[in-house]
Each structure stands twice: as C-alpha cells, then as structure tokens.
C-alpha cells in the first residue's frame, strides 16, 4: 500500500484530470463551443501565485499541441497515478465500516480539514454517516475520466498509446453525451483538409469515450461486476 503522502499526490492528480474533463465539457457546452486540446504532466516545478515555472511544466507545454485532434492528454506518470487513486477509492467504498472511518481518522491527523470536520459531526461512524462517505466514493469513481490506452494521432504522422481526458465524464445521461457530441461537430467544420483530419480523429475517440462512459455506469455498484479498467483495445 502507498505511504499516504504518496496517496495525497495520487488525489491531486487525479483532481487536476477531473477538473480538465470539467473544464473540456464547460468549454464544448457553452454558447461558443470550444474544444480545448493540451497535455497534463506531473513533476518538479515551483509557483509563486500566478508564476509557474520548472521542468513539468516545460514538458506540459512542449507536448500540448502534439495531438492531431480536440485531446487533452496525459503523460504515462499521470495516467499510473489516477489507477491508484481510483484503485484506493474503489478498495475504500466497497470496505467495512472500520476501514473507511479509519481511513478518514488517518487523513484527518494530517491535516485534511474536510476529514477532520466530518469525524466530528455528532452523527459520525453512524450507519448512514458510513452510507454517506460510501457515496462519496461512488461520485469520484461514476465514470472513467481517462481512457487509456488510446492509439492517440500526432503531429509525426503516426500514433501513441496514450491516456486521454474523457469529456464524457461530467455528462450525467445520455441527453448530455448527445449534446456534447452535436457540439463537437458543430465546431469541427471547415472547407481545409487539416481540420477533416483533426475533425475525423476527434470523433473517432469520441464514439469510443462514450461507450465506456455507458460501459462505466452499467458496471458500477453491480458486485458479480467490479469497476473495468477503461481501454480502447
């Protein structure tokens, strides 16, 4: 089992990727449909308010425009990081009522305060207090934020095996997914044959997104089904 440190870097990647599937789909839905395209990484850097500078982030923005399609991708560390947070997270919400408060009692001793606000609630280790931070789990793991691995198309004229944000994962039904998907479309048009291309590849990861969006949700909470590592082979 990772040291808890290296759970709490295993939580803030796996925040920075839900908040770009957030942001992807806030973009694509509004009034002027933006699809976003850039790269997550992971790695040394130092941030001084809005100042931000060291090696991830010269790696992020060198690899942010590679994809030949509307990506938001992940480097490999990322991707290795977010299995083990979902891991933690799915081990956690199907675990007995002792493991789970122990767990919220260890993250409250280092400092977590939404833990230690929560373990001081009057109702707390009650059966419906547990219920609560089982759903809580639930939430994080109700669709697949990455899908890896993904033949991703670059600039090179050629593919990589990669992860890449689901812009399905906010998408509550399937009114939502439709919706993304037409605004997709209604932005990817052009008479040139790069944006065909860009246009072509965007759709083909969409089709496969969407379907383990639906796969995802199908599976989660049935036990003869545990949660699938979400791929595109």
Known sequence: MAPTDERQKNLLVSV?????AVLDHLFIDSEMPL?????ISLGRHFCDGDFL???????AAEYMNEPEGAFIWV?????ERHKSFRDRAL???NAPKETILNAHAIAALRGAGDAATLL???EAGSDLFIEA???????ILSAPTIIEPYPMPIKRGTTIDAGIINPFMSARNEDDRKRILARYEQFLQGDRIEIWSKRQNTMKFLAI???AAVKFRATLGNPDHPVPVVGSR
């Open 91 to 93: 081990e956690i919400m």
């Open 120 to 122: 001081a609630h009057p």
């Open 35 to 39: 699809p976003l395209r850039g790269c």
């Open 53 to 59: 500078i060291g090696p991830a982030v010269d790696q």
């Open 75 to 79: 480097l490999p560390g990322v991707v």
């Open 133 to 139: 931070l089982r759903m809580t789990y639930t939430q």
């Open 16 to 20: 920075a990727c839900e908040s770009a």
């Open 209 to 211: 997104a969407e379907e």
